[in-house]
């Protein structure tokens, strides 16, 4: 999904939601902005919807996915009986994000490439889907094929200094990862209120 201009969406957003803004020179640009004086502008107090809206496209693109795909996995979290931590560990699932909790990539944008192009494997089975959903008990590696590309040339020593979440158990000798859970949504720990996401879907 093309995602467009991250540096503006981010302000715009009022939260460093991509990998790109999370770091000094994005820290920079906004000092810059304030020097200026373009963010002291008045402007009108958002209403509630506002805010939902702006709540639901932080974590919209933070994962970086369409609309009709985030409204996919709400549809199904809004079926269970604690939704916000269903749509939480639905979108944690991801192939692609594993991959970027795990260490293997850089970004969630640079997952999906490797594991679109068909980089890794699912339990010893090459797979080229980035939504992927795991499940507790699978393990993700890099094909053997493909593990002497410089794509994966720093990998282990990336895996040995990524923070991954505990329901992941990162190998980083072997470069693989194992699903050993669900991901559990701690709201303080993240930049998005998907309680306010859900109610904003479950108007």
Known sequence: MKIGPKYKIARRLGAPIFEK??????????????????????SKPKSEFGRALIE???????????EKQFRGY????????DPVQKLFSLLEARLDNVLF????????SQARQVSGHG??????????????????????SIRPSSASSPLFG????????????????VDPENR?????????????????DLGVVIEFYNR
């Not at 803004?21 to 008045?42: C, D, V, W």
């Not at 639901?56 to 369409?66: H, V």
């Not at 089975?125 to 393990?139: D, M």
């Not at 923070?163 to 158990?169: E, G, H, Q, V």
Request: hydrophobic share 40%; aromatic share 6%.
């Open 21 to 42: 803004t999370q770091s000094p020179k994005y820290a920079l640009s906004l000092a810059r902005k304030e020097r200026t004086g373009r963010s002291n502008r008045r």
């Open 56 to 66: 639901k496209q932080k974590a919209r693109f933070t994962y970086g996915l369409s």
């Open 74 to 81: 709400v549809d199904k979290a809004l079926s269970a009986q």
């Open 101 to 108: 909790r795990a260490g293997f990539a850089k970004t969630r």
């Open 119 to 140: 980089h890794v494997m699912i339990d010893s089975t090459r797979v080229t889907v980035p939504s992927i959903l795991l499940k507790k008990g699978n393990v993700v």
């Open 154 to 169: 720093e990998v282990a020593e990336r895996m040995k200094t990524v923070t991954a979440p505990a329901w992941l158990k």
């Open 176 to 192: 693989s990862v194992t699903v050993e859970g669900l991901a559990v949504y701690v709201p303080q720990e993240h930049l998005f």
